[in-house]
């Protein structure tokens, strides 16, 4: 609820929009096993839409395999901010999940060492993953890690 009533709404006006040119048609025509159509998945099994300035937090889940529950968005930032990502999104996230969700606390620092130990995520080239296979990209993300994914 905090995510897409508020983080969302105030976080389209901040920020510029990555460019993502597919239709939700088109990632469902991608081949199985690859990033998109597993994106269309994705949308299509939590009866979601394609939201195009949003679709890369989307591909997080999928590629680090945290579900969308609290407990699976409090370990994506987790992850984040373990795997070098410090921005107001992350940072408020960990500390709200921090206060008010200590059932999950051990799965949090689990995320974060797994970030600790994982190739860098933030900066790849995310329109253009969409082609490519999804255990291909987890593979190189996780390549340095202990913990697979």
Request: proline share 6%; with cysteine.
């Amino acid at each position: 609820m905090l995510t897409h009533k508020v983080a969302l709404p105030l976080l389209k006006r901040i920020r510029k929009p990555l460019p993502f040119t597919f239709t939700k048609q088109e990632l469902a025509e991608l081949p199985v096993g690859t990033l998109g159509n597993d994106l269309y998945v994705f949308l299509k099994k939590r009866n979601l839409e394609l939201l195009k300035h949003y679709s890369r937090h989307d591909m997080k889940h999928i590629l680090l395999g945290y579900g969308t529950t609290d407990k699976g968005e409090a370990c994506l930032q987790c992850f984040m901010l373990g795997n070098g990502r410090i921005s107001f999104p992350v940072l408020a996230t960990v500390v709200y999940s921090i206060f008010t969700m200590p059932e999950y606390w051990k799965a949090m620092r689990e995320a974060y060492k797994k970030g600790k130990q994982s190739g860098p995520v933030h900066d790849l080239p995310w329109p253009n993953l969409l082609a490519e296979r999804t255990r291909d990209i987890q593979d190189k993300i996780f390549a340095q890690t202990k913990i697979k994914s």
